[in-house]
């Protein structure tokens, strides 16, 4: 996941439909480019990170085992 540097100080700006430099402020940031405000994840990225949460998180509670048998041979 080389992309996780580029992202970890860029968000998305809906305006300008692209991850951009950001200003932050209180509880919100603002793209440098047009001052628009940006989000972490653009719209479909943030769907896939929910999703890939979901998908790591076992289903019905029940947690996975993963047991290694190791024996002395
Ligand atoms: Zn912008």
Known sequence: MENLDY???????AHCQNYVPYL????KSFCVQCGG???LFSQ???????????DRRPKGGRPRKNQ???ESA
């Open 7 to 13: 992202y970890a100080d860029r968000k998305f700006c």
């Open 24 to 27: 932050m402020s209180v509880d």
């Open 37 to 39: 405000e940006v989000r």
């Open 44 to 54: 479909a990225d943030w769907q896939a990170f929910n999703q890939a949460l979901q």
């Open 68 to 70: 290694q048998n190791k």
